[in-house]
Nanobody, 115 residues
Framework: QVQLAESGGGLVQPGGSLRLSCVTSRSIFSVDAMGWYRQAPGKQRELVATITNGGSTSYADSVKGRFTISRDNAKNTVYLYMNSLKPEDTAVYYC?????????WGQGTQVTVSS
């Protein structure tokens, strides 16, 4: 079973930046699309950013213009660059395949935006 390991979260002030990383235990070269999801307390998990194998990206309206997703197939890694962070971005962030997962959900990485 594919393992997904997210890292890079933390506590940041509004307007700050973070870079999240997701390392997979097997190659993502053949995975058509990878994505970053997030789940805030009391809310359902939502997809916030997607990147295809060809490099096309798409974003939820709430993060468009502030978040950037990228992937490095050689390193089996997907990144999420988050700028101009807002308190409403506070959530646990996960990565997985889109629309179907490639493995069990990892533990995620907590992002807290607060002054």
């Amino acid at each position: 079973q594919v393992q997904l390991a997210e890292s890079g979260g933390g506590l940041v002030q509004p307007g700050g930046s973070l870079r999240l990383s997701c390392v997979t235990s097997r190659s993502i070269f053949s995975v058509d699309a990878m994505g970053w999801y997030r789940q805030a307390p009391g809310k359902q998990r939502e997809l916030v950013a997607t990147i295809t194998n060809g490099g096309s990206t798409s974003y939820a309206d709430s993060v468009k213009g502030r978040f950037t997703i990228s992937r490095d197939n050689a390193k089996n890694t997907v990144y999420l660059y988050m700028n101009s962070l807002k308190p409403e971005d506070t959530a646990v962030y996960y990565c997985n395949g889109v629309p179907n997962g490639i493995g069990y959900w990892g533990q995620g990485t907590q992002v807290t935006v607060s002054s």
